[in-house]
């Protein structure tokens, strides 16, 4: 189906079957994130093309007053609007095939609470294409491939996190959504990002044309 080959599908699929109802997400099109970003507790940009001056300043501010932003790219983004954002966690220099043999490697120990058996399903993820990312000097690599190439980086930005995945979050350049080991690394990614937050509220902005709201 349509839906089923959206930037939201995936995603929406993966915090209904961990978080239930305890996780809130509201689901709009990129160009209608709020103007009020501090009303939810992460916000997702997947694969949103544009980011010009004004999104970029409102969601600086959200992030500034402790907002966790999550990134995930894909083939519509705007690279040069993406490497002038203030907060970005690495510079994206381009699309890139990944090798044949391309797999994850645990860099960082945000996603320790993995069990062995879904570590090891990390490796068996292929990735087609990826973005390659130039680690910046005040941020960390939480995930890498095993040619040494980033694919999560986090950067603390004032009170606030960003992360930035360098693949698409749906089947585009990976077949990550359809793995074993998608659940938990979703699900331990979003409950490290809600740590320290009580009403759990999530705003999921993405280039789809239809909208859902809630889960």
């Known amino acids: 189906s349509e839906e089923s080959k959206s930037e939201i599908f995936y995603l929406r699929n993966a915090i209904k079957s961990y978080f239930g109802d305890a996780l809130k997400v509201y689901s709009v099109l990129e160009d209608m994130i709020p103007e009020t970003p501090e009303l939810y507790d992460i916000i ?3 694969n949103v093309s544009r980011l010009d001056e004004t999104r970029s300043t ?6 500034s007053g402790g907002g966790r932003l999550l990134i995930t ?3 519509r983004i705007i690279i040069n609007d ?7 966690p690495s510079l994206i220099e381009g699309i890139v095939d990944a090798d044949k043999d391309e797999s994850l490697t645990l860099v960082d120990n945000l996603f320790f609470e993995l069990i062995p058996e879904q570590a090891q399903g990390l490796k068996r993820v292929k990735f087609m294409k990826l973005f390659d990312l130039k680690e910046l000097p005040d941020s960390k690599i939480i995930i ?3 040619k040494k190439r980033p ?20 089947m585009d350049m ?7 080991s998608y659940l938990p690394f979703i699900s331990i990614l979003l409950s490290r990002m809600l ?3 009580s009403d759990k509220r999530v705003i999921y902005a993405h280039p789809e044309e239809e909208i859902y709201i809630g889960l």
Do not use: A
Not at 156 to 162: L, P, R, S
């Open 44 to 46: 997702v940009l997947s």
């Open 58 to 63: 409102l969601l600086s501010r959200y992030i």
């Open 73 to 75: 790219l894909g083939s």
């Open 82 to 88: 993406y490497n002038r954002l203030p907060f970005i």
């Open 144 to 146: 890498s491939t095993n």
């Open 151 to 170: 694919l999560l980086v986090q950067r603390d930005y004032e009170k606030g996190q960003v992360l930035l995945y360098g693949s698409s979050i749906d």
């Open 174 to 180: 990976n077949d990550f959504p359809i793995r074993k």
């Open 195 to 197: 740590q320290r937050s």
